[in-house]
């Protein structure tokens, strides 16, 4: 073994981790290899990082996204070469659209193995393309220096932040031997080159828009953030303005809504004829794009003549292509800026007006849960009225975010709302949620997700056991995917539904989950969910709560709540 490739190679792994421990990493999510031996011995051994193992290397990325989400704060990953990097790739996506500071470090093979066949040896170099902010390819440790390794990592961090958070990679190719040295570690002097900057807006173009009385506030999912949610309240009770908050933005519940208009049934009001007698002047649309297709055809039918997308990712989304206005700033800096350029508004007939609607939608929808089967939206509603202040809610993509778009009530109590809205694919949901729980500790976690969703992440049942993590996990089971049933398709005699959408599964999910020792509740009324969710939030390990719904029935509970609104607020 050629002693002075270990100590070289192990030594700048050692400063590379020295380096990412001294700017704030705290955690690192490490997917066993041997390509990766000194990256991996060396974050370990890192005073000040804790490391975590996942042998799938997607659940393991998920993971990292959900601890980043929760903490934010940047997390590394660390995997082998070949196949084992290419599964990080649907979480980068992800951390890329969603602004989640990730640093992805996957080991290589040195240049002499590259294009000669050797094994786990693919072409890694930009391997995720445009969905990183930054791409490092490190030169080979034993050719290279401590200094080099410090110059890298304090790079990478700032990068996974500024100009906007968001994944880093750095392609590492390491020399044999790849056992750690047993020589000491030469401590080595951080560098300090990371400074967060003040973000500035120029007012003169917001003065015009400040004047309008008629305004909405549009919150899309944002990462959850109390100091935010306070600006944009501050913001909507200095102009008068509603918020229409999605149920991932983080402003429908929380002590905030107190102190200005918080719309929760956004889906039904914009859905009604109502809505066209009630146009706005002005929308400020913050955060990802809402999750409400009501949001959506009100901006086609109905429009607005001004139109602000505020974005710090830099996406400005606007699929309807009917933006006016775009502006790359925090939401926080936005809203702080709006209400220092604003004069307080009492409460205007506009005010008044959408507070009506918000009353009438709330108990209209309240009154149809009620008196309807037990299904998804009375799941959602349970969720709301359940879970205790300061609860943790990692919902899914597909129809439970809709669910909760359309039924979950704003209130007082301050939920934090996790969602993978970045690119809104169903990949990784008990993963993320198993890092969001990770990084809430002594907090009551639940994930609400579907049963596809489900199924698709099985693998990170090892991390909830591997951890000892505490999770509820809820899922709306219609045995299939229950979001197609909305689409004209589903109506179409001349194409096979069942087996080309809905697409059936037909597995026993109470029985996978008692395999992996998880323990298994199954309510079949809306009390039954309230009782459940109280044990198993209480309890030290992970639960699940099978909800057996019918996908046709949804459609319809929709679609009557929908009616049924617009002909109250008519």
């Known amino acids: 073994m050629d002693e002075s490739i270990s100590e070289t190679s192990y030594n700048w792994c050692r400063s590379l981790f020295h380096q990412f421990a001294s700017n704030g990493v705290e955690h690192v999510a490490i997917s066993p290899g041997s390509r990766s031996t000194p990256l991996s011995a060396a974050a370990d051994s890192t005073e000040g990082l804790e490391t975590s193992i996942h042998i799938d290397e997607r659940s393991g990325s998920y993971f990292a996204l959900g601890l980043a989400k929760a903490s934010s704060k940047p997390v590394v990953l660390i995997c082998t070469s070949g196949t084992a990097a290419a599964n990080y790739l649907p979480a980068v996506v992800e951390a890329f659209y969603s602004g ?96 967060a900057e003040e973000e500035k807006i120029d007012t003169s173009e917001l003065d015009r828009f400040i004047a309008f009385e008629k305004g909405l506030i549009v919150v899309g999912p944002l990462n959850p953030d109390f100091s935010t949610c306070e600006k944009i309240a501050e913001l909507g009770n200095a102009t008068g303005w509603p918020i229409v908050a999605d149920p991932a933005s ?52 109905v429009g607005c003549e001004n139109i602000i997308c505020v974005d710090n990712l830099g996406f400005f989304p606007d699929p309807e292509n009917v933006v006016t206005y775009k502006i790359q700033i925090s939401p926080s800096a936005l809203a702080e800026t709006m209400t220092n350029v604003s004069s307080k508004k009492e409460q205007t007939n506009w005010n008044k007006a959408w507070e009506n609607a918000e009353k009438v939608s709330t108990r209209v929808t309240k009154q149809l849960i009620d008196s309807s089967i037990f299904d998804e939206a009375a799941t959602a509603r349970c969720l709301g009225e359940e879970l205790p202040d300061g609860s943790c809610l990692f919902v899914s993509n597909s129809m439970p975010i809709r669910d909760l778009d359309a039924f979950l009530p704003s209130s007082t109590k301050l939920l934090k709302i996790f969602s993978n809205r970045g690119a809104n694919g169903i990949d990784g949901v008990i993963s993320t949620a198993a890092g969001i729980s990770k990084g809430s500790p002594g907090v009551p976690t639940v994930l609400f997700t579907g049963d596809l969703a489900f199924l698709h992440d099985l693998s990170g049942f090892t991390a909830l056991k591997r951890l000892e993590l505490n999770l509820t996990i809820v899922v709306v089971d219609n045995n299939g995917g229950g979001i197609f049933s909305f689409l004209p398709i589903a109506e179409t005699e001349a194409t096979d539904f069942q087996k080309l959408f809905h697409t059936p599964h037909d597995l026993d999910i109470e029985t996978i989950a008692s395999t992996v020792g998880v323990k298994v509740f199954k309510p079949e009324n809306f009390n039954d969910l309230s009782k459940a969710l109280k044990k198993s939030i209480t309890t030290d390990t992970t639960s699940l709560i099978h909800v057996i719904t019918d996908a046709k029935t949804n459609v319809s509970t929709h679609r009557l709540t929908n009616a049924s609104v617009n002909e109250a607020l008519r």
């Not at 093979?109 to 890694?124: F, S, V």
């Not at 930054?134 to 700032?158: I, R, Y």
């Not at 039904?268 to 146009?279: C, E, G, M, N, T």
Request: glycine share 6%; aromatic share 8%; net charge neutral.
């Open 250 to 301: 983080g402003m429908r519940n929380g002590s905030y809504t107190e102190n200005c208009l918080v719309v929760s049934t956004g889906e039904h009001i914009f859905r009604s004829s109502w809505v066209k007698d009630h146009k706005p002047d002005v929308i400020v649309q913050i955060g990802k794009m809402p999750t409400s297709k009501g949001y959506k055809l009100f901006l086609n039918d």
């Open 100 to 195: 989640v500071p990730l640093i992805v470090i996957t080991a290589d093979r040195p240049p002499e193995l590259q294009n000669r066949g050797a094994p786990q040896t693919i072409d890694q170099i930009a391997l995720y393309g445009k969905h990183v902010r930054s791409f490092f390819q490190s030169q080979v440790p034993s050719d290279s220096t401590q200094n080099d390794a410090l110059l890298l990592a304090s790079e990478a961090f700032k990068q996974s932040l500024k100009p906007f958070p968001g994944p880093v990679h750095i392609n590492c190719p390491l020399r044999e031997p790849l056992e750690p040295s047993n020589a000491p570690f030469p401590i080595v002097e951080t560098i300090n080159n990371y400074e």
